[in-house]
């Protein structure tokens, strides 16, 4: 949630990195090479990446299977009934079209169970690759390698409908509030530089603790990422409204993405990214959101 979602969960990859990304698994151009030398090299190199990406047959951390993470709960709309392995909800459906072009069909994933900071902090990782809202940020990059994003998000306001913040249009009319988000995430990154209330924003170590708060009036407002936003007010406090979007990345000017999340150094990250934006580029990713995310522009953009 970006990160921070109420878990949203950070940042941005920008489209040059996107292709960077995708670059780390193609062969090199050798167009100024001259000669037969220059023609084995760029066979060479075409070989070692296919071998590298080989469908299938990835170093995965347990051979034959690639192993997915999330954090639990793993929260609609992104999940559905708090079941990873199910397919149903944006995420999961995403992580599955994502190892079947790796070349893992259903049977030969598996799930472990992440919570999201373990996910984007230093150290030996149990996943393969980590799916769970998390925002693409130049921090995060210094201990973690990241996918392509394979989804633009913006970070919403979410209040009780008879609050007296349900009618603000701006940032500034937040100023009073106390506001709570998922610690970790883009919401609490946003809540803190770009509102920047009076008060303190209320750290929460779950989304689910954060909604609880606003429904018992313990905040004002909370700040997640709009599907979760959408689910909020749907389904856990149907009392509540999405007060408006931020535009992009509030904190940064930039598109703020989602990616999937790997070790640092990670032997897969270029096959994952080169996936991901196969995903992108023939449309799976537009018609996967459509079918399980709500429209981003049935909410007011704050000014």
């Known amino acids: 949630m970006t990160t921070t979602t109420g878990r949203t969960r950070v940042a941005v990859l920008s489209a040059g990195a996107a292709l960077l990304a995708l670059a780390g698994c193609a062969p090199q ?5 001259t000669g037969a ?11 070692a990446a296919a071998a590298a990406c080989a469908k299938g047959a990835l170093q995965t951390a347990t051979a034959g299977t690639l192993t ?14 708090n079941k990873p392995a199910n397919g149903k909800g944006f995420e999961s459906a995403v992580a599955y079209a994502v190892a079947d072009r790796l070349g893992y069909p259903q049977g030969k994933v598996s799930w472990a169970v992440v919570p999201f900071n373990n996910a984007v902090t230093p150290g030996v990782k149990k996943f393969d690759f980590d799916i769970n809202q998390v925002s693409i940020s130049d921090e995060r990059k210094k201990a973690v390698d ?24 701006d940032a500034a009319g ?25 008060t303190q924003p209320a750290v929460y170590e779950t989304t ?46 930039s598109a703020e993405q989602f990616g999937l999340v790997l070790s640092k150094g990670s032997a897969l990250t270029s096959c994952v990214s080169q996936a991901v934006d196969s995903l992108r580029t023939d449309g799976t990713l537009d018609r996967l959101a459509k079918q399980w995310l709500p429209a981003s522009d049935t909410a007011p953009v704050l000014k």
């Not at 990241?146 to 306001?157: E, L, M, N, P, T």
């Open 37 to 47: 030398s220059a023609t084995a090299s760029g066979s060479a190199s075409g070989s």
């Open 208 to 253: 689910d603790l954060a909604v609880a708060a606003l429904k018992n009036r313990q905040v004002d407002a909370i700040v997640v990422d709009l599907p979760t936003a959408f689910y909020v007010t749907s389904v856990q406090v149907p009392s509540a409204k999405v007060v408006g979007q931020f535009p992009a990345d509030a904190a940064t000017g």
């Open 146 to 169: 990241f996918s392509s994003g394979y989804y633009d998000v913006r970070q919403a306001v979410v209040t009780l409908a008879n609050s007296k913040y349900a009618g603000i249009t």
């Open 29 to 33: 151009a050798t167009s100024s090479q």
């Open 68 to 81: 997915i993470g999330t954090d639990n709960p793993a929260y609609d709309p992104w999940f559905q009934d």
């Open 174 to 198: 937040l100023k009073g509030a106390k506001i709570g988000a998922q610690v970790g995430t883009t919401g609490l990154t946003v809540a803190t530089d770009v509102v920047k209330p009076s």
